[in-house]
């Protein structure tokens, strides 16, 4: 696999980046000419989805929930300028019927998967680099069936803190999203369900991918924020 080196300092490396918010950073970052490494868990699918995005940008297939795989399938990237991690697999769980073996998936994704990307790269990372996590408003608004999705988004603040600490000089933030109302997800729900949410935002509007991808971009660049757990969700929580 060819190395991934940019005229910054290296590539834009996108782990989940095949769809949704993850793929929305780096159709950005492959419209502004950088080379970027997209992954998912499926080769066919990566690459199909690399070529679609476009300009300098490839796919490679790992699977964050076989984290001893890790390191082997990201052996041939090369100097990294920017790491963002948003993978996830999507969990609806109760306590009252709790699932152990989709809990574990998630847990094993988002905490252990995060965290062994982040070993593996560590020293691909350029000093000046940055890392950015994915996690969610989950974390402080629990809803029906959140209890591993909360658990686990709650983990991202702690983990962004031990990262933070031990990449240095390398930042590393995360981004919380609440509701992002345009997202694959999203946009497939009811307008009845996208009215009462818009309802309970003190800003009249929910989150957009747009709105996601641009505080990704403030996060990964501007060179004074670290170790910044940012909330992006018109004031929510206020409701």
Known sequence: MPQHDGPDGGSVVVIG????????????????????????????????????????????????????????????????????LSAFVRDVNKVSDYQIDRAVSLVTV????????????????????????????????????????STVNAGVVG???????????????ALHPGIVGDSPFWAKQPAEVHETYTARTPTGRLTTMADVTDAAVFLLENPAVNAVNLDLNGGAGLA
């Open 17 to 84: 980046g095949t769809s949704g918010l993850g793929r929305d950073v780096a159709e950005h970052y492959a419209k502004r000419g950088l080379e970027v490494v997209i992954t998912g868990r499926d080769t066919a699918r990566t690459e199909a989805v690399a070529a679609e995005i476009g300009g300098r940008t490839t796919g490679v297939a790992v699977d964050l929930a076989k984290p001893e795989t890790i390191a082997a399938a990201l052996a041939g990237i090369g100097g990294i300028k920017h790491l963002v």
């Open 110 to 149: 988002k905490l252990v998967g995060y965290t062994e990307v982040a070993h593996t790269l560590a020293s691909r990372l350029s000093p000046t680099g940055s890392v950015l996590l994915f996690g969610g408003g989950s974390k402080d608004r629990p809803f029906p069936g959140s209890a591993t999705v």
């Open 159 to 173: 983990l962004v803190n031990v990262l933070a600490a031990e990449l240095r000089p390398v930042r590393v933030n």
